[in-house]
C-alpha cells in the first residue's frame, strides 16, 4: 500500500506570495492532519479534515487555510507568505476510526523556504 | 493543559547498546494514546509504537518498547541493541479521547557511534 505522499518536496517563495500544498492520504484513510515543524517551535498542529470538513483546528493565522477533497486528498494554502513561514510542513493521514487508538502516518513534508 | 516533556535534547550511545529515551505526559483525561516517532534527516515522521491508557501491558515492537508507569505519567522508549542507522530525532506524541490532534514533545536528537 503506497504511504502518505506530498507536492512538492521542496519550495522557495518570496514574502508576500501565496502557496498551496498538496496531501494525498493512504488509500483508504479519511482523516488528514496538517503539521508545521520549525527548530523553535517544534512541531505544531495547522488543522485536520475528515470527510471534506475541517473538524479542528491549531492556533494560526487565517492566513493558513485548508480543505479536502471527496477523494480526501487535502490542499493547504499560506496567502502573504512571511519569513516566519519557513518551516516543513507534515501531512499525515489515518483511518479515524478512534480518536485516541488512531495512529497517523506521515508523509515526508514540504520544505518551504521563505525569502 | 496537556503536555508532553522530553527532558534529553541530545544523546549519544555506543552501537549495539540499549537506550531509554525519557518522555512524561500530563493530562487529566482517563483516555489517551501516546505514541513515538522516529524522525531521520530526510524529515519523514515515522511511527514507531503506540500504547493506550488502558492497555494492561507495554507495548513492544520489535527492538522498540515503551515503558508505560501510568501512576508516574512516563512513557519511555526503550531501544535494544542499538543500531547506526537509529540515528534520528525521536518524539513522543500523545493523543486524547476529545480531539483529533496530536501534542508531541520537542523530542531528542539521538546519535549512535560506531
Known amino acids: 500500500k503506497a504511504g502518505v505522499t506530498q507536492t512538492p518536496r521542496y519550495l522557495i517563495k518570496t514574502r508576500g506570495q501565496q502557496v498551496t500544498l498538496s496531501c494525498s492520504p493512504i488509500?483508504?484513510?479519511?482523516?488528514v492532519s496538517w503539521y508545521q515543524q520549525t527548530p523553535g517551535q517544534g512541531l505544531q498542529f495547522l488543522f485536520e479534515?475528515?470527510?471534506?470538513?475541517?473538524?479542528n483546528k491549531g492556533n494560526f493565522p487565517g492566513r493558513f487555510s485548508g480543505r479536502q477533497f471527496s477523494n480526501s486528498r487535502s490542499e493547504m494554502n499560506v496567502s502573504t507568505l512571511e519569513l516566519g513561514d519557513s518551516a516543513l510542513y507534515l501531512c499525515?493521514?489515518?483511518?479515524?476510526?478512534?480518536?485516541?487508538?488512531?495512529?497517523?502516518?506521515f508523509g515526508p513534508g514540504t520544505r518551504l523556504l521563505v525569502l | 493543559a496537556q503536555k508532553i516533556t522530553q527532558t534529553q535534547p541530545g544523546m549519544f550511545v555506543q552501537e549495539k547498546e540499549a537506550v531509554t529515551l525519557d518522555c512524561t505526559y500530563d493530562?487529566?483525561?482517563?483516555?489517551?494514546?501516546l505514541f513515538w516517532y522516529k524522525q531521520p534527516s530526510s524529515g519523514e515522521m515515522i511511527f514507531l509504537i503506540y500504547q493506550g491508557s488502558y492497555d494492561q501491558q507495554n507495548a513492544t515492537e520489535g527492538r522498540y518498547s515503551l515503558n508505560f508507569q501510568k501512576a508516574r505519567k512516563s512513557a519511555n522508549l526503550v531501544i535494544s541493541a542499538s543500531q547506526l542507522g537509529d540515528s534520528a530525532m525521536y518524539f513522543c506524541?500523545?493523543?486524547?479521547?476529545?480531539?483529533?490532534?496530536?501534542?508531541f514533545g520537542k523530542g531528542t536528537r539521538l546519535h549512535i557511534l560506531p
Open positions: 488509500s483508504g484513510h479519511r482523516s
Open positions: 506524541a500523545m493523543t486524547l479521547n476529545r480531539d483529533d490532534k496530536i501534542i
Open positions: 479534515y475528515f470527510s471534506e470538513t475541517q473538524r
Open positions: 499525515a493521514s489515518s483511518l479515524a476510526h478512534s480518536r485516541v487508538q488512531e495512529t497517523q502516518y
Open positions: 493530562t487529566s483525561d482517563p483516555s489517551y494514546g
